[in-house]
């Protein structure tokens, strides 16, 4: 399942980085962490899952996902 999250999310920071039609749009740079539920994890522990693999991306140079998985386990981010 993180797998199958990490592609989808980096599906949708490929298309907010493609350049826009409209004159004067600013480019968009993310970074994203996700956390996958799992048996026995409330909504606040979901989302501190997230936000630790959300600040691990931006200490990390930006335009990364990271899953906190990757954070846990000590793996290297996906560039997105």
Do not use: N
């Not at 490929?14 to 480019?27: G, Y």
């Not at 606040?44 to 936000?51: P, Q």
């Amino acid at each position: 399942v993180p797998a199958v999250a990490r592609d989808r999310i980096e599906v949708w920071i490929q298309v907010l980085a493609r350049p826009q039609q409209r004159q004067h749009t600013p480019a968009v740079r993310v970074s994203v962490g996700a956390a996958c539920w799992e048996p026995g994890l409330d909504d606040a522990d979901l989302y501190s899952r997230a936000d630790v693999a959300m600040y691990a991306a931006k200490s990390a140079g930006g335009l990364r996902i990271f899953m906190h998985a990757d954070v846990a386990g000590g793996r290297e981010a996906h560039r997105a």
